[in-house]
């Protein structure tokens, strides 16, 4: 049963922009902190913003300034705006469901991959 499903990664070039989405079914997304985290090739996965039912948002410090996470709760969806992309930001975006902001809730998302060339 699919409950967390990624969209929007791609190929782009430094400097550009991606849309990641992230729709989830009503019973994972109510109430939940939505979070997004990333994974690079031989890297831990790592928060890179989250946002709870109420709006409050959570930037790590590599990330603020350029992405903007957002969400709609009526359609159950979470939404991360990239810009001013850097080949850093590569990597797997997972979208995550949980409770407490900064922390990972048992809920994730298969992927989308961000590619960023230089």
């Known amino acids: 049963q699919v409950q967390l499903v990624e969209s929007g990664g791609g190929l782009v070039q430094a400097g550009g922009s991606l849309r990641l989405s992230c729709a989830a079914s009503?019973?994972?997304?109510?109430?939940?902190?939505m979070g997004w985290y990333r994974q690079a090739p031989g890297k831990e996965r790592e928060l890179v913003a989250d946002?709870?039912?109420?709006?409050?948002?959570y930037y790590a410090d590599a990330v603020k300034g350029r992405f903007t996470i957002s969400r709609d709760n009526t359609k159950n969806t979470v939404y991360l705006q990239m810009s001013s992309l850097t080949p850093e930001d590569t990597g797997v975006y997972y979208c995550?469901?949980?409770?407490?902001?900064?922390?990972?809730?048992?809920?994730w998302g298969q992927g989308t991959q961000v590619s960023v060339s230089s």
């Open positions: 995550n469901a949980g409770y407490v902001s900064r922390r990972p809730g048992f809920y």
């Open positions: 946002i709870t039912s109420r709006g409050n948002t």
């Open positions: 009503g019973s994972i997304f109510s109430g939940k902190v």
